[in-house]
């Protein structure tokens, strides 16, 4: 059962860099479309953006500019760097895997359990 | 971006109820729609995918319908496990959306 977890830094000051880990278990980072989602507090899900096996990425446009998201086969994880943050970047981040059918649809499962980042000084 | 939107945004019910929970896309999505539920302080947990299949291990009183804007999720009979807040996500184009979330409450 493949099983993901997050990890990095609890608060990261304003402007700087983001930068979270997502280590998975149980099965192979190979294939899936590897998935970063963040949660503000009290609020909906967004999308930041995945990284598929074949080296190809997608980001939400409304963080592109700031946003990369790689692998690292090796070790089984996917990391997520987000620059230039500010108080509106503070949120759960969630790593998830995403899987794709024949027709296109894709969907996220599982999540990692999620890590809080405060952005402050 | 495709719009997704949930209603209502709450709702209060009692172990036993039928719920209904509407998701409407600003566009036709075909059947690229998924329902998640977040208990709190909890990752969302993926129950139906293509609108209506549900997912290995979830209740059969959890069900999904519809195609192009307007979709549904139904809990047949509400059970105390059930009470959380429901999402849904469109996968038809990138950026994937999701709805702002219906949280289901003890009436």
């Known amino acids: 059962q493949v099983q993901l977890q997050e990890s990095g830094p609890g608060v990261v000051k304003p402007s700087e860099t983001l930068s979270l880990i997502c280590t998975v278990s149980g099965g192979s980072i190979s294939s899936y479309y590897w998935s970063w989602i963040r949660q503000p507090p009290g609020k909906g899900l967004e999308w930041i953006g995945y990284?598929?096996?074949?080296?190809?990425?997608n980001y939400n446009p409304s963080l592109k500019s700031r946003v990369t998201i790689s692998v690292d086969m090796s070790k089984n994880q996917f990391s997520l760097r987000l620059s230039s943050v500010t108080a509106a970047d503070t949120a759960v981040y969630y790593c998830a895997r995403g899987r794709r059918n024949d027709y296109g649809l894709n969907w996220f499962d599982p999540w990692g359990q999620g890590i809080m980042v405060t952005v402050s000084s | 971006d495709i719009q997704m939107t949930q209603s209502p945004s709450s709702l209060s019910a009692s172990v036993g109820d039928r719920v209904t929970i509407t998701c409407r896309a600003s566009?036709?999505?075909?059947?690229?729609l998924n329902w998640y539920q977040q208990k709190p302080g909890k990752a969302p947990k993926f129950l139906i995918s293509?609108?209506?299949a549900l997912q290995s291990g979830v209740p059969s009183r959890f069900s999904g319908s519809g195609s192009g804007t307007d979709f549904t999720l139904t809990i047949s009979s509400l059970q105390p496990e059930d009470f959380a807040t429901y999402y849904c996500?469109?996968?038809?184009?990138?950026?994937?959306?999701f709805g702002h979330g219906t949280k289901v409450e003890i009436k």
């Open positions: 566009q036709s999505i075909s059947n690229y």
């Open positions: 293509v609108a209506s």
């Open positions: 990284f598929y096996s074949s080296g190809t990425t």
């Open positions: 996500q469109q996968s038809y184009s990138t950026p994937w959306t």
